[in-house]
């Protein structure tokens, strides 16, 4: 794909989605954090369900150790593997009072150090709490980088450096939401909305949904 019609892209989707965001429900870097930890392989819905109940009674890392993992599987038993995130969050909360001063860090090296948070969970932090063009390439960004050819690449990494080569300089801060959004309501996996995208005409798909 030329750069000019990636541009054509970008501005299209910035114009159908003028303040792109995540869907997550959160009041603090720390809230994001938990939410984001919680949200692997779970939907935002059911995170935000979950968060509704549990942030009122713990949204620090010293509130949440005092509920004990056994006490935070309670308000998070809904969402999947909440056993292993559970054990997760716990962990990260010690992290972040021994090593951070309570504080969700700045560079993906260090959010990284934290149990439970891996290179996609970085990117989400760095992008959504701190501005950075950073770009968590999860299934919906796969799939719409792939299928439009915007990015192509057989694994995530791959579509990820891609992405932050190509993406326009002016849209590289919200192409990770603009993208996202995309997947999740238009460009579906299985009968993507063709009809009434943005982009239609410039997607690189050959068997589209039209």
């Given at each position: 794909m030329n750069p000019k019609k990636r541009?054509?892209?970008f501005v299209r989707l910035a114009i159908a989605t003028p303040e792109p965001t995540t869907e997550l429900h959160y009041n603090s870097t720390f809230e994001l954090l938990i939410a984001v930890v919680l949200s692997a392989q779970a939907?935002?819905?059911g995170v935000n369900k979950a968060t509704a109940k549990l942030f009122p009674i713990a949204n620090t890392p010293s509130e949440i150790l005092k509920l004990g993992e056994t006490g935070l599987k309670e308000y998070i038993k809904t969402i999947g593997l909440f056993n292993s995130k559970a054990a997760?969050?716990?962990?990260?909360c010690?992290?972040?009072l021994d090593t951070f001063n309570g504080q969700v860090p700045q560079t993906r090296e260090e959010l990284e150090m934290l149990a439970g948070v891996?290179?996609?969970?970085?990117n989400v932090i760095l992008n959504?709490?701190?501005g950075q063009p950073t770009i968590a390439v999860d299934t919906h960004i796969f799939r719409v980088a792939n299928r439009t050819g915007i990015a192509t690449g057989k694994n995530v990494l791959e579509v990820e450096r891609k992405l932050d080569k190509s993406v326009p300089k002016k849209h590289k801060k919200d192409a990770h939401h603009l993208l996202i959004?995309?997947?999740?309501?238009?460009c579906i996996a299985r009968k993507p909305r063709?009809?009434?995208c943005v982009i239609q005409d410039l997607c690189d798909e050959k068997t589209k949904n039209i």
């Open positions: 541009l054509d892209i939907t935002d819905k997760h969050i716990i962990t990260l010690k992290q972040l891996g290179r996609k969970t970085a959504t709490a701190f959004l995309h997947g999740r309501y238009t063709c009809l009434t």
